[in-house]
């Protein structure tokens, strides 16, 4: 899961998302140097994972699992049942 760099102070976050940790830590320390005079941010920053559904790459629509959930849950119940 890539991960990407957010200053809230700046809100702004940095253009590429990267596969490690390390690299947008990199960022990070870049942004800080370059905007903050290497301090930390006093609204806080963070490197922050960035997810799937974040990017817009849903893979299944939205409540599909939920609905997964209940169709078992219906299934099971008529199984129980006999
Ligand atoms: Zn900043």
Excluded: F, I, N
């Excluded at 903050?36 to 490197?47: C, F, I, N, Q, T």
């Excluded at 699992?65 to 169709?71: E, T, W, Y």
């Amino acid at each position: 899961m890539p991960y990407r760099y957010r200053c809230r102070q700046c809100r702004a976050e940095s253009p590429d998302e990267h596969p490690s940790r390390a690299d947008a830590e990199a960022d990070q320390e870049a942004h800080r140097d370059d905007e903050h005079g290497g301090l930390a941010p006093l609204a806080g920053d963070s490197v922050d994972r960035v997810h799937a559904e974040a990017r817009g790459h849903r893979l299944l629509p939205r409540h599909t699992g939920l609905a997964a959930l209940v169709m078992l849950a219906l299934v099971l119940a008529s199984c129980w049942g006999r």
